[in-house]
């Protein structure tokens, strides 16, 4: 899940003109679980821009505006909302707001009303966001009791903790716990501590070289 948070109000509105005709897109998936551009939140800002007399055209909530596919299908519903607005306000991750600019024929200029955060899981509340992943490309959680040292440890180390760690907990964050103790533990229950003394090589940065693409045959 990628996760983002509302940008500040006023820097939203420091981007739109005075009396600004405004479609908005939101997200169905990612952003309504963050709470940063679901049917709701979309309705708040939609609320919030007339009281301070911007024109709403329309807005649409796609389940994941980052497909083509589904983005396309709802520009496609809203050509009329769409063609009467000045421009349109994305309340999803970057990633969505890129979407609707490939896939807007209309090529309305885009506002974005998010940052976005990092790519995380989510706690059995809800309510609790945390990046466990990094997408590095080289996957190394068969080795580490499926841990990311490359994420949860401050520093990305590979093979083992740091000098730092005191009583379990992170010398950069005393809140947060030690990557490699967890990675440690956790191998110990599984009989598997073995898997400490294969050295890793260093990573391959060439697999985080920017922008990636992958074509499915």
């Known amino acids: ?49 007339e009281k301070e007399g911007y024109q709403i055209t329309g807005f649409v909530i796609p389940k994941a505006p980052c497909v083509s596919a589904q983005i396309k299908l709802e520009l496609s519903k809203n050509k009329k909302a769409i063609s009467e607005a000045d421009s349109i306000l994305v309340m999803a991750c970057g990633l969505g707001g890129q979407s609707v600019k490939i896939n807007d024929r209309q090529q309305k200029p885009l506002h974005i009303a998010t940052n976005t955060l990092f790519m995380g899981g989510v706690d059995s509340t809800g309510l609790g966001f945390f990046e466990y992943c990094s997408a590095c490309g080289n996957c190394v959680l068969e080795l580490t009791a499926g841990i990311c040292p490359i994420t949860r440890c401050a520093k990305g180390l590979l093979n083992g903790p740091c000098g730092g760690q005191n009583k379990g907990k992170c010398e950069v964050d005393k809140e947060k716990d030690c990557a490699w103790v967890l990675i ?25 070289i920017h922008p990636q693409a992958l074509i499915l045959k």
């Open 184 to 208: 440690y533990e956790e191998l110990k229950k599984q009989g598997e501590l073995d898997l400490l003394k294969e050295i890793k090589p260093p990573r391959d940065y060439t697999k985080k």
């Open 1 to 49: 899940m990628i996760i983002s948070e509302p940008k500040p109000w006023e820097e939203i509105v420091s981007h739109l003109k005075k009396g600004e005709k405004i479609f908005i897109v939101g997200c169905g998936e990612c952003s309504t679980t963050c709470k940063t551009g679901g049917e709701r939140e979309v309705l708040e800002v939609k609320q919030k821009l």
